[in-house]
């Protein structure tokens, strides 16, 4: 039977001092061994330098290696770094205050193998956990989301209590769907969610490091749902850490839908939405070289209605508004294939 293929991780770290040792570690407890990762420290003021030397010399891994940047080239500049010292056919790219569980590789590889079709991207669900690991919320809430008048919740989703230690388990659901289309209402989870093909990010991360400071999760996503589709891991295997300090993320979980940031998100995603149509333009050749004129044609439609939808007067006052629902995650969102709307294949695995 054929191996599975090598994995290159980033970790691109500004600030995480208190954080970015458990980001690596939660690395190091992978299933999947055959990877190799790559520390960047952009150039922070904090203590992150000393927290990552100290953290990679106690682990004594050789699949590791650090890069600290001089000057702060922001998020994009960052992963761009630490991906031109990578060259496997896999990448993903993980938060510096988040953290994996142990099978979040293994699951993805999984995931990105299925013998139904391949995709760019495959991204998971989510737990949501304050800056000492305690639980907030066992999901990100617009992962996958539909709204229905009433729901019976899935005994399989609620967690068990351990008494003895006070730790909360879910149990494995195993389900994944595939997602074939874009739309403006579309939703994937953060960047510690997803793992790409790495031709795919080649072909579409070309940007300048200043055009894009943050959020490249909404970018690639974006792409990958214009392009290829993608297919959402329904277990949160991650852990999403709100700690007071994000970048983005500065809110509180209410419950319900709650909004994640308090940033006007409608100028964040139509500035992305703007670069994801200039991509097109100025790549046009490898992207239809890759995808073919139709694909290619057809993303340009799709992103030009999505910010036609946005301009005052326009007919898209319907989708604005529930445009404006999907948004609430603010930075959490990522413009993905895990659409709301339009037909869904879903199979147990």
Same mark, same amino acid.
């Given at each position: ?9 980033? #970790? ?54 650090? #890069? ?250 319907? #989708? ?30």
């Amino acid at each position: 039977m054929p191996s599975a293929p090598p994995v290159g991780v980033v #970790i691109a770290n500004y600030n995480n001092g208190a954080f970015v040792g458990r980001a690596i570690e939660s690395v190091t407890r992978q299933s999947c061994r055959n990877l190799r990762t790559i520390v960047v420290d952009d150039a922070s003021t904090d203590n992150s330098d000393e927290e990552i030397r100290t953290c990679l010399s106690r682990l004594n891994d050789s699949r590791f290696s650090y #890069i600290r940047l001089d000057t702060n080239v922001g998020q994009t500049g960052a992963i761009k770094r630490g991906l031109a010292e990578l060259d496997t056919p896999f990448v993903a790219f993980l938060d510096s205050d988040d953290e994996w569980y142990g099978n979040f590789i293994e699951r993805h590889l999984c995931a990105h193998m299925n013998a139904d079709f391949p995709v760019a991207l495959t991204y998971c669900d989510s737990h949501i956990v304050d800056g000492n690991d305690r639980l907030l919320a066992g999901t990100a809430w617009w992962f996958d989301h539909r709204e229905s008048s009433s729901k019976a919740f899935d005994p399989a989703l609620v967690p068990q209590f351990d008494a003895t230690n006070g730790e909360l388990s879910f149990p494995r659901n195993g389900r994944l769907t595939f997602h074939p289309h874009w739309s403006a209402l579309s939703a994937t989870n953060s960047m510690a969610s997803m793992m790409f093909r790495r031709s795919f990010v080649d072909l579409v991360l070309v940007l300048p490091d200043s055009d894009l400071r943050l959020y490249l999760d909404y970018y690639l996503s974006t792409f990958a749902g214009l392009l290829t589709g993608s297919v959402a891991i329904h277990d949160a295997l991650y852990a999403y850490r709100m700690h007071g300090s994000n970048k983005h993320s500065n809110a509180t979980v209410m419950g319900g839908t709650y909004n994640s940031s308090t940033k006007d998100w409608a100028p964040i995603r139509d500035h992305i939405l703007r670069l994801v149509l200039r991509i097109l333009d100025e790549e046009a050749a490898s992207i239809r070289g890759a995808f073919g004129e139709w694909r290619h044609r057809n993303s340009k439609t799709l992103v030009r209605r999505a910010l036609d939808a946005q301009s005052p007067g326009s007919k898209g006052a319907l #989708i604005r508004f529930l445009d404006t629902v999907s948004s609430k995650t603010s930075g959490l969102l990522g413009t993905g294939p895990s659409g709301w709307v339009g037909r869904q294949w879903r199979r147990e695995r």
